[in-house]
Structures are given as structure tokens and as C-alpha cells.
């Protein structure tokens, strides 16, 4: 195992697929080097997995679902799943240190959000599966309906690096709690807690075969939407990447699920709670660096209260500690990889071009090494700016003025993603109204990415298809027979 130095304890790990409860080599022993984004080095390896490896963990898996996992009491079910979750949390200061090491994110951030939410996911489904039932209806004395609940099959899991224990798991507990078996990709460049995730189910009492995953590039996860014993993908990704999936799994007709991306409007107007606003604002543009599906980044200000907002968001930006990500005090650490870090300064250069003003930042962070951002504000962009419409994905927002409701509502819908919105009014009227015609799967009224597990969550248009979150993970996971009976 190769370890780097950092300001911890735990040392980062050479990362294996996991195939029938065992971590397993490439056939051909082909791995790649696994970069820390914060400081340049090198973590360790990871194996490139093709289609034989994908091929093994489809055949496991497949076998599994047959096996002791898909005849077990759902009480037990319940409590292996219930466990990983436990162990999610025992292994809190291991695997918050490992996201760290491989996202750049500050150490708080994966504490606080990404491994208590691992868990939570867990738990939350534990609870959750004991209680779904299915549609029963008397028909007058002629007959009896009655749906009986089954497993999708083989589910393939394939996941993006901005919160990948987060993300996986969000998945992989419904799937196991409906009985599923899944092989699981994880992004290229995020995988380290997936690897210790797949040996904590097997630790929990997860049958071998049951949990599989497969490293590689997009070519791996190409290979598991392609495999023809595979029932269903759940993506969380890129739209165009979803597109790719989307085509690959045609043939073999799969069911999907896809989270894809966001460009998702902030609209405040002048009667909302300023302190809210502005406290709310910092982390839905500036949060894990911007790096999260829903951040806030075209932000939408009534003129009344345009300048104001302005002189306090910028205010509150410029306090933003940019750097070491294992500093407690940090609060935007590095992007992911050079070739993310270089897409998202492209975007700074185009800014530049349509003439946009930047209020902060504009530029890489004064930082030695690593893959740093300065949290950079721009305003003076018009509509059809790039910047405005194109998913950065970064520490990166635009700042537009409006006059009427009329106006900031045509601006917010006139773009192809529709993943989610934050509105930010005192007017409950105009908040209910308004919130029905945001083109979003998720709109917050003075908040922003306020989570009950329980709710539908996904996005239209080009930002997904399905929803995830309670019923609607189970039913995506499972398939109903309606059963008839005549009296
Ligand atoms: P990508 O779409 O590039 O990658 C996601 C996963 O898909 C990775 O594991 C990747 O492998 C894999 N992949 C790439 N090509 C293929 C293919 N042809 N077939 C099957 N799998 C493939 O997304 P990013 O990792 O860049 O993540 C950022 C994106 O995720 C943003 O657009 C963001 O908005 C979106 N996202 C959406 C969320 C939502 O809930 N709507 C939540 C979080 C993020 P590899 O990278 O290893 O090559």
C-alpha cells in the first residue's frame, strides 16, 4: 500500500475492484494513479476494470440474487442495513480524511455532511423498508387485486466525484433494502471510500455477491449499462454522459434513473430576510466549492435591494479562507482534478471575454500546489452568457438584477436544465405561485438544499429522469406483479 503524508492518522489505500466479497486485481493488472487534487501527490492506485471484470461482478451479482440475500427476512435485511450504517459511523474519522484526501474538500465538510449523510442513508432505509407495503384493491365480489413487491434484479450504480460516498449511498441503500444485488462504479477520480464502503457491507453481513464494484473510466461504466444481465443504471452525472448511457442501454431496454446536471437559479427579492439570504447564499454558491448539483449559481436580485445584497455578499466572500483542506479554518478547499480545475478557469476566461465584472476572484487561488479557485462573484453578464447558462460546476456565480416578477421568472426558465431553485420572499403568495412555475423538480422558499429523505428528489427537463428519496427509490428498485384473484 503507497501513503502519503498528511495531517493525519489515516493513510490513503491502493484501491481494488470488489467482486463476491473480495478485493480483486484487473485481470491484467492495469491500475492508474490516483491524484490528491489539494496537494498534486500521488494517493496510490486503482485498478482499470473492462468488460471481463464487469462481466465477473454482473455474474455474481446475479447469482447472489437468488442466493440466502433474496429469501431473507426482511427483519434481518433490515438490520445488516442498519449496520453498515453503524459502521459508516464508526469508521467516521477513516473515511471523512479518505473523501478528503480524494475530493480536496475541507475535513469538516466530509464529516459533517458526506459521512453522517453515508450513514444516515442507511439508516433511514433500514426503517423505511419495514414499512412499504403494496396496493391491494376488492373488486365489488368479483375478484381480489393484490401487488406483490420484487426486486429490480442486478442494478449498476455509477457515480460522480463531488460527493461520492454521499451519492453512492443514496443508492446502494434503497437498492439492498428492495433486494437488490448491484455492481457499483465509482467516479475515476474519487475512489477511495467506495473500496472501504464495499468491505463494510460484506462486515455488516451482506452475502458475498450481493455488493460489487468495479473501478475504472467512463469505458468501465460503459461496460455495466451495455451488459445484457444488468436491470436497471442509476446515474448521478453529466446530461451529456446521461445521453451516452441513455443510448448504451437501449438494446437491453433497462430501467433508469438519472440525476444529472443543474444550473439552478437563486431569485431574491426585496421583501426576503436579508441575514437569511445572505448566510444561505454563501453556501449555496461556495459549499464544497461549488461542486454540488444544486448550488445556487445564477443568482437573480430585485433592483431594490441589488446593491445592498452586493456590497454584504461580496463582503462576506472576501472573508472566505481558500486552502489546505485539512485546516480547520478552511472553508473552499481545491477542485477535484487539474483537468476540472482548468475547465472551470476556462469558464473564468470566457467571463472575461463577454465582459463580464468580476466583484471577487476571477482566478486561480495563491496557493503552491494544488487545484485551488478564488470564490469569484461576476455580474454585467446578459442572458445568453455562457457563463449564465453552462454548468460550471466551481466556486463560480453570476449576479443579475431584475425589475418584475414577469421578468426574473422568463429568465429562470429559459434554460434547459430544471434540477432545482431557491426563492427567497416574504410573500407566501407569491412564493406558492411562483414555486409552481419554476421549471424544477426541487424548488426551496427561504432556504436551500433542506433534505427530508422522505421527498421526491431529481430534477426535469435536461436534469434528470425519476426521482429518488423514499417511495420513490423503492418503487425504481423494485417491480410490481399485480395479482388477480377471482371470487
Ligand atoms: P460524469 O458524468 O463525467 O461521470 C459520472 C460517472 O459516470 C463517473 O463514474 C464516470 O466515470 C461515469 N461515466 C463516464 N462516461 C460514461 C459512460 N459512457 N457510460 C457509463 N458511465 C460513464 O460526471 P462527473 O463525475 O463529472 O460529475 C459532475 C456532474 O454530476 C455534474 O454535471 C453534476 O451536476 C452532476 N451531479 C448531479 C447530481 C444530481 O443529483 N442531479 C448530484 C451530483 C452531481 P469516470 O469519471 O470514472 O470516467
Known sequence: MQTTETKTEVK???????????????????????VNPATEEVLGT??????????????????????????????????IIRKIGDLILERKPELATLETLDTGKPLWLSNSVDIERAAYNFHFFADYMTSVGTESYQQDDIAIHYAVRRPTGVVGLINPWNLPLLLMTW??????????????????????????????????????????????FGETGA?????????????????????????????????????????NPNIIFGDANLDDVIETTMKSSFINQGEVCLC???????RSIYDEFLERFVAKTKELKV????????????????????????????????????????????????YFVEPT??????????????????PVVTVIPFETEEEVMEQVNDTHYGLSASLWTTDIKRATRLSAEIEAGMVWVNTWFLRDLRTPFGGMKHSGIGREGGAHSFDFYSELTNVTVKL
Open 171 to 216: 443508492k446502494l441503500a434503497p437498492a439492498l433494502a428492495a433486494g437488490n444485488t448491484v455492481v457499483m462504479k465509482p467516479s475515476e477520480v474519487t475512489p477511495m471510500t467506495a473500496t472501504v464502503l464495499a468491505q463494510i457491507c460484506t462486515d455488516a453481513g451482506v452475502p458475498d455477491g450481493v455488493v460489487n464494484m468495479v473501478h475504472g
Open 223 to 263: 461496460a455495466i449499462t451495455a451488459h445484457e444481465e444488468v436491470d436497471a443504471i442509476a446515474f448521478t452525472g453529466e446530461t451529456v454522459t446521461g445521453t451516452a448511457i441513455m443510448k448504451s442501454a437501449a438494446p437491453t431496454l433497462k430501467k433508469l434513473s438519472f440525476e444529472l446536471g443543474g444550473k
Open 296 to 302: 445556487g449559481s445564477r443568482i437573480y436580485v430585485e
Open 323 to 370: 486552502g489546505d483542506p485539512f485546516e480547520q479554518d478552511t472553508n473552499v478547499g481545491a477542485l477535484v482534478s487539474e483537468e476540472h480545475y482548468k475547465k472551470v478557469l476556462s469558464y473564468l476566461d470566457i467571463a472575461k471575454e463577454e465582459g463580464g465584472t468580476f466583484l471577487t476572484g476571477g482566478k486561480a487561488a495563491d496557493v503552491d500546489k494544488g
Open 46 to 79: 486503482v485498478a482499470v476494470g473492462g468488460k471481463d471484470e464487469v462481466d465477473q461482478a454482473v455474474k455474481v451479482a446475479r447469482k447472489a440474487l437468488k442466493g440466502e440475500w433474496g429469501n431473507m427476512p426482511i427483519r434481518k435485511r433490515s438490520a
Open 12 to 34: 490513503p489505500i491502493d484501491c481494488s475492484h470488489y467482486i463476491d466479497g473480495k478485493y480483486v486485481p484487473s485481470g491484467n493488472g492495469k491500475t492508474f494513479e490516483n
Open 377 to 394: 462573484i461576476i455580474t454585467d453578464l446578459g442572458r445568453e452568457s455562457r457563463c449564465v447558462r453552462e454548468e460550471i460546476f466551481g
